[in-house]
T-cell receptor
Framework: DAKTTQPTSMDCAEGRAANLPCNHSTISGNEYVYWYRQIHSQGPQYIIHGLKNNETNEMASLIITEDRKSSTLILPHATLRDTAVYYCIVRVAVGNTGNQFYFGTGTSLTVIP | GAVVSQHPSWVICKSGTSVKIECRSL??????MFWYRQFPKQSLMLMAT?????????EQGVEKDKFLINHASLTLSTLTVTSAHPEDSSFYICSLRTAYEQYFGPGTRLTVT
């Protein structure tokens, strides 16, 4: 079962930062936070993941609160191609049993011209 | 990251027939692959975990005799939908797990008429 809560939908103006929140209040100490996105009729695409520290890569930044009960995915300069459903997933590190990805409902982000 | 392909990308079949979907890892030897199903406007639902050389593990509520999974090699897993019915029409997505991440295939759109 999904262990995360995300807003159903959000809009963002093109060129502005998109901040997508995720609540994971029951996260365990050994569980990572992963973000994926799915553009219509395609497979999910990996964006970023983290455990405790904030992370940044070429696609996005991930901000995790100190108590790890919530996180925010930041797309610094949203483009129209960022319109997609964004999924926040928590799971244990690979190598442990029961570490499948269970998807919640995600946030449908629409980037507006 | 790992590259995952699926074949076919879309298929239409008649009710009562069987359909096989292939999932290939192009650049990674995957001991574990996962199969998901996604109905329109819904999230991905994990169907089963495919283990190379052993029986697949099915999620609760998924009929193992209807959705046959074979993971005969480290680069190929197949999902066969047997005696397909219109309610099996869906988007089927496979994925594989690497050391830290999970990569998804592009999906197969199945339509049963």
């Amino acid at each position: 079962d999904a262990k995360t809560t995300q807003p159903t939908s959000m809009d963002c103006a093109e060129g502005r930062a998109a901040n997508l929140p995720c609540n994971h209040s029951t996260i365990s100490g050994n569980e990572y936070v992963y973000w994926y996105r799915q553009i219509h009729s395609q497979g999910p695409q990996y964006i970023i993941h983290g455990l405790k520290n904030n992370e940044t890569n070429e696609m996005a930044s991930l901000i995790i609160t100190e108590d790890r009960k919530s996180s925010t995915l930041i797309l610094p300069h949203a483009t129209l191609r960022d319109t997609a459903v964004y999924y926040c997933i928590v799971r244990v590190a690979v190598g442990n049993t029961g570490n499948q990805f269970y998807f919640g409902t995600g946030t449908s982000l629409t980037v507006i011209p | 990251g790992a590259v995952v392909s699926q074949h076919p990308s879309w298929v239409i079949c008649k009710s009562g027939t069987s359909v096989k979907i292939e999932c290939r890892s192009l650049d990674f030897q995957a001991t574990t692959m996962f199969w998901y199903r996604q109905f329109p406007k819904q999230s991905l639902m994990l169907m089963a975990t495919s283990n190379e050389g052993s029986k697949a593990t099915y999620e609760q509520g998924v009929e193992k005799d209807k959705f046959l999974i074979n993971h005969a090699s480290l680069t190929l897993s197949t999902l066969t939908v047997t005696s397909a019915h219109p309610e099996d029409s869906s988007f089927y997505i496979c994925s594989l797990r690497t050391a830290y991440e999970q990569y998804f295939g592009p999906g197969t759109r199945l339509t049963v008429t």
